[in-house]
């Protein structure tokens, strides 16, 4: 059993064959997924498809990305789409520096939202960061320090100190395609230290496709190949590191039901 812990299926890239994904997502032992937010505008959508595959599990929020777009909402708007059963968590969210499609200060202002109706709800946080570690430090704590919450680091490729202090907190930490990048070496040597009950798979679809797809669309299946090198990485079995991602999916999501899984 794997889980895919963050794609993006509702994107335009699916739009031609989903069935066809769905069924490699079975063929590869991907039982259930979560669909990430990029846009609280596209929730409806989201959760269309939590409708018509009852395994794929639905996050709200913002994109940093999205920020400037978005610079009105409000944690109580969060906190209202999480009403619903699927949807298990609050974002994708956080702070990117490494492009400019939004102000630092408005991502931080989106950002913070996203924390407090985390704090609010209970549900985890689903954190985006590039070349943004010490503001993403300084916030977590920040508040963190007021009232504790939960969430993971997705896609992670940051430091040591970053995931550090993610651990301190008492979040998960995610590993994606990169992971099999012939030039994540040191992304692997942190990984290597990661605690196994907290780590995380996902493929990030349609995104980072893993080695040997790289170039190629990716999709839930691919996360078998992110989860091959993480055992590898952790000199663990391959379905040691599945049983444990999954459990550690289903402890962290507590709104996820993994009786909604495939069932082989």
């Known amino acids: 059993m794997l889980v895919d812990s963050h794609c993006h299926l509702d994107y335009n890239d699916f739009e031609d064959d989903l069935d066809e994904i769905i069924a490699n997502m079975k063929e590869n032992g991907v039982t259930a997924a979560l669909n990430a937010g990029n846009s609280i505008e596209t929730l409806a959508d989201q959760l269309e498809l939590s409708a018509r595959y009852p395994f794929i599990y639905t ?79 300084a916030m977590l704590d920040e508040y963190y320090r007021e009232k504790p919450f939960t969430g993971e680091l997705h896609c992670f490729s940051g430091s040591a100190r970053l995931a550090e202090f993610a651990l301190s907190i008492g979040f998960y930490i995610s590993a994606s395609g990169m992971i099999t990048f012939n030039k994540s070496g040191e992304l692997r040597e942190i990984f290597a230290g990661l605690p196994t009950d907290r780590l995380l798979v996902e493929t990030d679809s349609p995104f980072l496709a893993p080695v040997p797809l790289r170039g190629h669309r990716n999709e839930p299946a691919n996360v078998r190949y992110v989860a091959e090198k993480l055992a590898q990485v952790k000199n663990l079995s391959f379905e040691e590191i599945a049983k444990a991602t999954s459990e550690n999916f289903y402890r962290l999501f507590r709104k996820a039901s993994d009786k909604g899984r495939y069932d082989f």
Do not use: M, W
């Open 59 to 137: 996050a709200a929020g913002v994109h940093p990305h999205n920020a400037d777009e978005f610079t009105e909402l409000t944690a109580a708007r969060l906190v209202d789409a999480t009403g619903h059963k699927k949807v298990v968590a609050i974002g994708e969210c956080g702070l990117d520096y490494y492009y400019d499609y939004s102000s630092v200060e408005n991502q931080r202002k989106v950002f913070a939202e996203h924390i407090k109706a985390a704090q609010e709800t209970g549900l985890p946080l689903i954190i985006h960061t590039r070349d943004a570690d010490d503001d993403t430090i």
